[in-house]
């Protein structure tokens, strides 16, 4: 079990840390701390604030990914998806959320939009070769393997 910090920024007592809505949840939903309902036009991103910073363990990541429903529903989702919070980053998390719907949508302030999910980043070591070991695909990029 790993251990995550969440501190509440000033004026942002009525926002709720992030939470799962489900025993078996991935993801903790995120809302929106925002002060005055903001209406998304149809192809218009903005940054929305969760009034939340964390603290996390250096093994962690924290991704930012779009809800279901609101992306069925409504056409709104996150870019960048999925959006990477470092161990090290301690400021307030936000999330880039875009309209690809065809209709204006408002977000109020405490609406759920988004969702965080926990991965574990392995330790790597990264070295410089001369040569790669081979394998079936070699270099075949794109399409190679199917359509």
């Known amino acids: 079990m790993y251990r995550v910090l969440f501190k509440r920024l000033e004026g942002n007592s009525d926002i709720a840390i992030p939470k799962k809505m489900s ?10 701390a925002i002060q005055e309902p903001l209406t998304l036009q149809p192809l218009e991103r903005k940054l929305i604030p969760t009034g939340f910073a964390m603290a996390m363990p250096m093994e962690l990541e924290a991704q930012i990914r779009p809800r279901s429903g609101l992306a069925y529903k409504h056409g709104i989702t996150c870019l960048n998806t999925p959006g990477t919070i470092d161990a090290d980053y301690r400021g307030e998390v936000k999330v880039l959320l875009v309209n690809l719907g065809q209709e204006p949508f408002t977000i109020t302030r405490g609406e759920r939009i988004a969702q965080m999910v926990f991965q574990v980043v392995p330790a790597v070591l990264i070295e410089e070769a001369e040569e790669l070991p081979d394998t079936v695909r070699g270099d075949g990029g794109f399409g190679h393997t199917g359509v």
């Open 23 to 32: 025993d078996w949840a991935a993801g903790f939903d995120l809302q929106a």
